[in-house]
């Protein structure tokens, strides 16, 4: 088994430091659902994560990120049983306020992952990359025709949109605006 040793109260303990939601959760302090290669680094440091045990993690990460999904995918855990036994860390909304939406609670969970994804695939100053993954995730998983807004600062908009399909969030002090229009066909 792989890990690290570490004594406590004069006993040798073996901390096992492997691909799994525990460790997952242990570098995705702030509940992101998503954990950066910078995130896994600080961690390795602060843990003194065995070199075998850090190989492992950085073969998962084939993009910028790895997601919870990806943990249990290789751990062979299951990802309904961790979110059930993880309530607490798994939570998208966490730092989100929701200014306003009429989108079922799954919708805007669906709505707030992608925001998330975004927010870790793009640096601060890539705001147009930002709202262009938004457009096409929500395009893809809902329907075409969606209008993302990215604001920083105060705003004002009235629009018209397919009832169900609306959501203004702010998150870390910047406004995420999304709603759906219907097809205008002749």
């Not at 966490?94 to 793009?122: F, N, W």
């Not at 993302?148 to 969030?169: D, P």
């Amino acid at each position: 088994s792989s890990g690290i040793n570490a004594e406590y109260g004069g006993l040798l303990l073996h901390l096992n430091m492997a691909v799994n939601a525990e460790t997952y959760f242990k570098i995705d302090k702030t509940h992101k659902m998503r954990i950066s290669t910078l995130d896994f680094d600080q961690y390795k440091r602060e843990s003194r994560m065995s070199n075998k045990d850090a190989e492992k993690w950085h073969q998962l990460f084939k993009d910028k990120v790895v997601s919870l999904e990806d943990v249990v995918s290789e751990s062979g855990e299951k990802y309904d049983q961790v979110i059930k036994s993880n309530p607490d860390k798994t939570d998208v909304t966490t730092g989100v306020r929701i200014v306003s939406t009429d989108m079922v609670p799954e919708t805007q969970e669906v709505c707030l992952k992608v925001i998330q994804d975004a927010i870790d695939l793009y640096t601060n100053d890539q705001k147009e990359e930002i709202v262009q993954h938004i457009k096409r995730e929500l395009d893809y998983l809902f329907g075409e025709l969606w209008h993302v807004n990215l604001v920083e600062g105060r705003y004002y908009s009235f629009h018209t949109h397919v009832a169900g399909f609306n959501l203004v969030v702010i998150k870390d002090d910047v406004i995420y605006m999304m709603h759906r229009t219907d097809s205008k066909t002749p």
